[in-house]
């Protein structure tokens, strides 16, 4: 069993950074991926950036590359997210979560999820 919770959203102005933080509880194994998704009113969920636990490669979606950076601190347990650069259409609920794979492939599929936490971005 896995459980998250995120932590530092917030709001910003167009051109800002926010750092979202996801601890982790329970066993994140090495068949497993991690990252992150949003979700904006009226909008479908996307996937943002995920990290695959067998060897850390990441994945970014086109919308965000070169702007957002996902990375993992090991020994606190806790994923985050670098958000730079933030543009008013990166608004919405961030959400942490966690999958074994194949679904990892899958946004619909991803097994654990956190509660969310919300960016606000003004233009």
């Known amino acids: 069993q896995v459980q998250l919770v995120e932590s530092g959203g917030g709001s910003v102005q167009a051109g800002g950074s926010l750092r979202p933080s996801c601890a982790v509880f329970g066993n994140i194994d090495n068949t497993m991926c991690i990252g992150w998704f949003r979700q904006a009113p009226g909008k479908e969920r996307e996937g943002v950036a995920r990290?695959?636990?067998?060897?850390?490669?990441?994945y970014y979606a086109d919308s965000v590359k070169g702007r957002f950076t996902i990375s993992q601190d090991n020994a606190k347990n806790t994923l985050y997210l670098q958000m730079n650069s933030l543009k008013p259409e990166d608004a919405a609920m961030y959400y942490c979560?966690?999958?074994?794979?194949?679904?990892?492939?899958?946004?619909?599929?991803?097994?654990?999820w956190g509660q969310g936490t919300q960016v606000t971005v003004s233009s």
């Open positions: 990290i695959y636990t067998d060897g850390g490669a990441t």
């Open positions: 979560a966690a999958s074994y794979r194949p679904a990892c492939y899958y946004n619909n599929a991803w097994e654990y």
